[in-house]
């Protein structure tokens, strides 16, 4: 199954409606009051990338075909959550599910539109819904801290595992998430076979209206300082902007999106931003028949990146011929590559580096 990243916040945040925009669709209900989403809804988005189309052209490919992420829209969730409040135990059970989270926020002001806390206050909202989560992982916690408990009475060996399963119950008393931790750490890793909420990756999305498109103002900015103690990201997007310009054809898009100041789409941003928090990069290839861009976590060998394209080729991997995009724009033909020594002969231990064009030879 592809990694997911599920999108999650307060009720009336703009969620669904972000939701809509990514997909294109409407498999999503936006509608004026809470929980007008139940079930999950599910999408397939494209992650935007450039050098896809120089690809084709240099390659004379028939397509393009660029990597994508899954999108989960999930039930909006309200204070006693993790007590099974309004859609609590649901919510929680589908962001469980999830690979990574994306925390939609308000940022705008809109008397028309309820807000279930009675007025916007982002960090405020953030607090609500990491507190929830923290509270739902301490429980989980517990029940594992009982077993633990019982194994290290049998077994020393079980010693560490139980101590960093005590410090990281003191992070969640504390209302700190379990990702507070190292990447690598003992208590990551408990976490993770734990399947805690909180150790997820997260990644915020402030919801602004179009006055704020240009100036987005203090309550992004204060959204910003949260994701900053976090190292984590933030994407600003206006979701009802998105929306409308989602259903034009891409010249009008670009042609509105100029007229209001955006450089880039905030979907593309957020497609972007959610692939490399799901820890994802990306290997190329380019033929006739298509130009790729090939999703594999970052720090796979290029056995494996093989096999992301065919377990045949992954079993009979010879040697992967790369060359960086930077030097197929360069040279733009093989010949010429191969003339000027940038085509690199690599093994199956070879680590992919973001942005490879690869060739792999392999016996059938």
């Known amino acids: 199954m592809p990694l997911s990243c599920g999108i999650v916040g307060l009720p009336n945040v703009g969620k669904s409606t972000i939701f809509n925009a990514l997909t294109r669709s409407a498999a999503a209900l936006a509608a004026n009051y809470p929980f007008a989403t139940i079930e999950p809804n599910v999408g397939e988005v494209a992650v935007p990338d450039e050098r896809l189309a120089v690809l084709q052209d240099l390659a004379h490919a028939a397509r393009i075909v660029p990597a994508t992420v899954r999108f989960v829209d999930i039930a909006g969730l ?38 279930v806390e009675g007025e916007p206050d982002p960090v405020r909202d953030v607090d609500i819904v990491e507190i929830e989560l923290a509270l739902a992982d301490l429980a989980t916690m517990q029940r594992r801290m009982d077993r633990l408990e019982r194994e290290a009475r049998a077994g ?47 990644l915020y999305v402030a919801n602004v209206d179009e006055a704020q ?29 998105e929306a409308e310009l989602a259903g034009l054809p891409e010249r009008d ?83 010429a590559m191969r003339s000027a020594g940038v085509v690199r002969s690599e093994g199956k231990e070879y680590v992919m580096r973001e942005g490879d064009v690869v060739h792999f030879r392999f016996n059938v």
């Not at 931790?181 to 909180?198: D, M, N, Q």
């Not at 045949?312 to 960086?324: K, P, Q, T």
Request: charged content about 25%; proline content about 4%; overall charge neutral.
């Open 78 to 115: 309200v204070r006693g959550a993790s007590a099974g409040e309004g859609l609590g135990n649901a919510f929680l059970s589908h962001i469980r599910e999830t690979d990574a989270i994306a925390m939609v926020v308000r940022c705008f002001e809109a008397p028309d539109v309820v807000h």
């Open 156 to 202: 020393a060996k079980v010693r560490p595992r139980l101590e960093a399963a005590k410090r990281l119950t003191d992070t969640l008393e504390q209302g700190r998430p379990a990702r507070s931790f190292a990447i690598g750490s003992l208590e990551r890793e408990v976490a993770r076979e734990a399947f805690l909420l909180t150790v997820k990756p997260m």
């Open 213 to 241: 498109i240009e100036h987005p103002g203090p309550l992004v900015d204060a959204v910003a300082g949260k994701a900053s103690t976090e190292s984590s990201r933030i994407v600003v997007l206006c979701g009802k902007i």
């Open 253 to 335: 898009a670009a042609e509105l999106r100029a007229g209001l100041g955006i450089t880039r789409s905030g979907l593309d941003e957020l497609a972007a931003a959610a692939y490399d928090r799901l820890g994802m990069m990306t290997f190329l290839t380019a033929g006739e028949k298509e130009a790729r861009a090939w999703p594999i976590p970052k720090g796979t060998t290029a056995l494996h990146a093989a096999g992301a394209i065919h377990s045949d080729i992954e079993r009979g991997f010879i040697r992967a011929e790369i060359v960086s995009y930077e030097d197929y724009v360069k040279y733009r033909t093989m010949e």
